[in-house]
Each structure stands twice: as structure tokens, then as C-alpha cells.
């Protein structure tokens, strides 16, 4: 059995790293007018972080016993003495940080290759800090896209746009999203949006990429499709064109029929022409959308009930007869799910009901 002195053995490497009698290692770090030097030892940085290892390979002490000097002008003074703490003595204190240091701690720890304090630092911020990352959402979105490292911080922005939307995209300019985190969203089921407005904003963001383009895309050349084509072809396979009014696939989606595959686009037709083709490739499911935070579409797990009921929702309001009831469509569809859940929760086999 061995017994293990931690806090003794941290206590004496903070204590190394006050030491200026043996350091073998200059680090400039900050940028005018906030520069500083600090003393620190080769060995224990290279075994710390994978980065300072890299950048101290071609920068050993020379034959004229020069020092090793590296600069770190992306990290002030203050962060730096925080993650030496860490590297010397696995010591670690947030308590008097303010949410901006913090932030700057993670990037700090992200470009020092740190993982074990990204990922500590990721969970503390999710866990202590939500709140304050919403209300800073735009900073915290872009923060955590600019790392691959980052990826519990991704999921946290991700999660919040999936589920208030509206809320996220009136403080955030959209257009801004990286393709990264476009892709992570659209490609949810749960994102609450319904999927006219996850087409509407994709096209939105697909004309910032190309200022030249007019917004009419009767206006646009082969050349144009093309390019608008390439912008959006990862985007493109994550809409659900199939959950979308015959009046919205005609008014908003038909301008665009250059941007789909032809086989896509004739199957999508045939679906509004003739309600009971069948189209030649598997479709996605629509999105699992909440109802007045009650209904879950989850509770339905067969394309066909949803195509059924939404045709019968359009011919209805096609009627002239029934025009009152376009106002209403939306409850006459709650109504009907509600009846697909309740005959889901009592026995599966029952679907054939509908």
C-alpha cells in the first residue's frame, strides 16, 4: 500500500515557481501595454502542456548559455499566472474570477493544449455560469466555436438555440453561425422551429455567404444556383422539405428548385400533386416540435400517420366550405396527435386506427 503526499508536493512546485534562483526558461507574455516576463522551468512545461513542449523544442539554452525565451502575446499576465498554478501545483481557483476571466482562462488552457482543464472548465461554466452564458450568448457561441476542443460548450449553445430559438436568433445575428454550428442545429429533431422558418433562415444565411446575389432568385444565373448550391451542400439533405404546405413548397421552395437534386424535387411534387406517391428515397422524420410545451411528435413513429393527416388538414382548408378552419388548422392537428398518442400509449399495434 502506498501512501500519496499531494498537497505537500503541490505546495513545494508553487513554491519552485516563485524561485528565481533556478529557472532555466524567459516566457513574454500579454501585448503592449500590458507585457510581463516570467521565469518558469523547461522540464515541468514540457510535461504540462503538449503546446510549450512543441514551442520549446528549437528553443533549448544555446552554447553562449542564452535562455530560453518564448512569447505568448494571445495570454495576458494575469490568466498566465492562473494556469501556472494549475501547471505546478494542480491548483485551481475560480471563486474570485469574474465570467470574463474565466472565459479567457478556457482559451488560455485551449491554446496550451490543457485538455484536463478545458474539459473542468467546460463542465463549471455549464453547471455555475448558465445563466450569465445566456444572457452572453453571441460571445459564448463564438468562443466555443473557434476550438474543436470546445465541444461540451458547443453543445450547450446548440441545445440552447434548439430549444428557444426566437429568443437566441433576436440577440444573435444568424448569418454570423459557422457552418459547423448551422449543421449541429438544423440537423437536431428537437429544434423547435417550424421547418418553413428552418428553410427560410438557412436561405438567409446562404445569401450572407454571397453578397453579389440578389435575393430574388429569379434574378440568378446557373452560375448562381451553382454557388449557392455549394454554400449550402451540407445544409441542403437537413431540411424536411417533406413536412412543408403544399402552399409553402410552391411559394418558397419551388424559386429554388436549381439548389435540389431532380430526383428530390420531382418527389416532392409528386407528393403534393398525388397524395398517395410514394417517393424513391427514404425521407426524414419531421421534427419532434413541442405544442404548447405539452405534445411531443416523438409519440408518433410512423411517416405515413403524419402525411395522412396533413393532406387531410390541406384538402380541408382548400374548401372553400372551410375556410374558417385555416385559423384552426393548427388545433384540429394537436387534436389529431393527441388521438395517435393516447391510442400509442395504450398499445402499440393500434396505429392501423387512424
Given amino acids: 500500500m502506498s501512501t500519496q503526499f499531494f498537497s505537500k508536493l503541490s505546495q513545494n512546485y508553487i513554491e519552485l515557481l516563485g524561485d528565481d534562483d533556478y529557472y532555466d526558461i524567459t516566457i513574454e507574455v500579454g501585448e ?29 539554452k544555446n552554447k553562449d548559455n542564452v535562455l530560453a525565451h518564448i512569447k505568448l502575446p494571445k495570454i495576458s499576465p494575469e490568466v498566465f499566472q492562473i494556469i501556472l498554478k494549475y501547471i505546478y501545483g494542480g491548483i485551481l481557483s475560480l471563486n474570485e474570477q469574474d465570467d470574463s476571466k474565466i472565459i479567457k482562462i478556457l482559451l488560455a488552457a485551449d491554446e496550451l493544449l490543457l485538455q484536463e482543464l478545458v474539459d473542468y472548465l467546460q463542465v463549471y461554466l ?9 444572457q452572453n450568448f453571441e460571445l459564448i ?16 449553445c446548440t441545445d440552447l438555440m434548439v430549444n428557444s430559438p426566437e429568443k437566441i436568433f433576436k440577440s444573435l445575428d444568424f448569418t454570423s453561425l459557422p457552418e459547423k454550428s448551422l449543421v449541429q442545429l438544423i440537423k437536431r ?23 453579389t446575389l440578389f435575393p430574388d432568385p429569379s434574378t440568378w444565373s446557373d452560375d448562381d444556383f451553382k454557388a449557392m448550391e455549394n454554400t449550402l451542400q451540407h445544409c441542403l439533405c437537413l431540411i424536411r422539405f417533406f413536412s412543408l404546405s403544399s402552399k409553402e413548397f410552391l411559394q418558397q421552395v419551388h424559386p429554388y ?15 403534393h400533386l398525388n397524395p398517395d406517391s410514394e417517393p424513391t428515397e427514404s425521407i426524414s422524420f419531421p421534427r419532434n416540435i413541442k405544442v404548447d410545451g405539452i405534445i411531443d411528435s416523438k409519440i408518433i413513429n410512423n411517416l405515413n ?3 395522412t393527416i396533413s393532406r387531410r ?15 384552426n388548422s393548427v388545433k384540429i392537428s394537436s387534436v389529431l396527435l393527441c388521438k395517435i398518442g393516447e391510442i400509442g400509449a395504450n398499445n402499440k399495434n393500434n396505429y392501423h386506427m387512424i
Fill in 32 to 60: 503592449d501595454p500590458n507585457v510581463k516576463i516570467i521565469h518558469a522551468h523547461m522540464n515541468i512545461l514540457c510535461h504540462r502542456s503538449p503546446y510549450l513542449r512543441r514551442a520549446l523544442v528549437s528553443n533549448k
Fill in 126 to 134: 455549464i453547471e455555475n455560469k448558465s445563466e450569465c452564458m445566456e
Fill in 141 to 156: 457561441h463564438r468562443t466555443s466555436f473557434q476550438s474543436n476542443s470546445l465541444i461540451q460548450l458547443q453543445q450547450f
Fill in 189 to 211: 429533431d428537437d429544434l423547435q422551429m417550424k421547418e418553413i422558418e428552418v428553410w427560410e433562415h438557412v436561405l438567409k444565411w446562404g445569401l450572407a455567404k454571397n453578397p
Fill in 257 to 271: 428548385k436549381k439548389l435540389l437534386k431532380r430526383q428530390l424535387y420531382e418527389d416532392l411534387l409528386n407528393s
Fill in 305 to 307: 400517420i403524419i402525411s
Fill in 313 to 327: 388538414i390541406d384538402k380541408m382548408v382548400i374548401n372553400n366550405k372551410f375556410d374558417h378552419l385555416i385559423a
